[in-house]
């Protein structure tokens, strides 16, 4: 079993709805959770963090935790073009070197207008 | 910001040569991260180092070896550089539990 997974995609939605991303992981004594945005060509840059169960809103950007249930969501408002890109779950691992993170492979998304 | 620096953004290189990929971050981070990406398969952890002289071993670390003399700069190394070794690079670092943060990336062509 994968540490993490999350659906390859594509998703596709169309501009101004809200688009839906999840991941699952395995470690129940996982603490972090990370989601990334990485433009095709580019390298991952960091959207949202989220440490503790419930929602963490930032912007357009909401992060829901569900540790009971080992899936971590980012749910996208009013999706734009520029959304477009690949999201990629990254979560730490109970009993890994510090500061490890574990990657899912990523969910293409397309927002069309 | 955290500025993570990788020294080449392209590279090609021939079959047996050695190769190295440099990263430098200015946030005085503990730990550095060398992952490659290829299409379908994601980000494949290489090697990490959490402090000066300290490394571990990756999913991935064969036909590659790390240094890390200083905390600032963390050094990835292919020995002797064969084309399943063609792939971007990426260069990351982070404070203790800490997100991570990437550098822009090497696209390493090897011929």
């Known amino acids: 079993q994968k540490e993490v997974e999350q659906n390859s995609g594509p998703l596709s939605v169309p501009e101004g709805a809200i688009a839906s991303l999840n991941c699952t992981y395995s470690?129940?004594?996982?603490?972090?959770f990370f989601w990334y945005r990485q433009y095709s060509g580019k390298s991952p840059e960091l959207i949202m963090f989220?440490?503790?169960?419930g929602d963490k809103e930032d912007g357009r950007f909401t992060a829901q935790l569900n540790k009971a249930s080992q899936y971590v969501s980012l749910l996208i408002r009013d999706s734009q073009p520029s959304d477009s890109a690949t999201y990629l779950c990254?979560?730490?691992?109970?009993?890994?070197?510090?500061?490890?993170?574990?990657f899912g492979r990523g969910t293409q998304l397309t927002v069309w207008p | 910001d955290v500025k993570v620096t990788q020294s080449s953004r392209y590279l090609v290189k021939r079959t047996g040569e050695k190769v190295f990929l440099e990263c430098v971050q200015d946030?005085?981070?503990?730990?550095m991260f060398w992952y490659r990406q290829d299409p379908g398969l994601g980000l494949r952890l290489i090697y990490f180092?959490?402090?000066?002289?300290?490394?571990e071993k990756g999913d991935i670390p064969e036909g590659y070896s790390v240094s890390r003399e200083k905390k600032e700069r963390f050094s990835l190394i292919l020995e002797s550089a064969s084309t399943n070794q063609t792939s971007m690079y990426l260069c990351?670092?982070?404070?203790?539990?800490?997100?991570?943060?990437f550098g822009d990336g090497t696209r390493l062509s090897i011929l």
């Open positions: 990351a670092s982070s404070l203790a539990s800490r997100p991570q943060h």
């Open positions: 470690d129940r004594g996982s603490q972090s």
């Open positions: 989220i440490y503790s169960n």
């Open positions: 990254a979560v730490n691992k109970r009993g890994s070197t510090l500061g490890r993170l574990y």
């Open positions: 946030m005085d981070h503990e730990n």
């Open positions: 180092s959490y402090d000066v002289k300290m490394k």
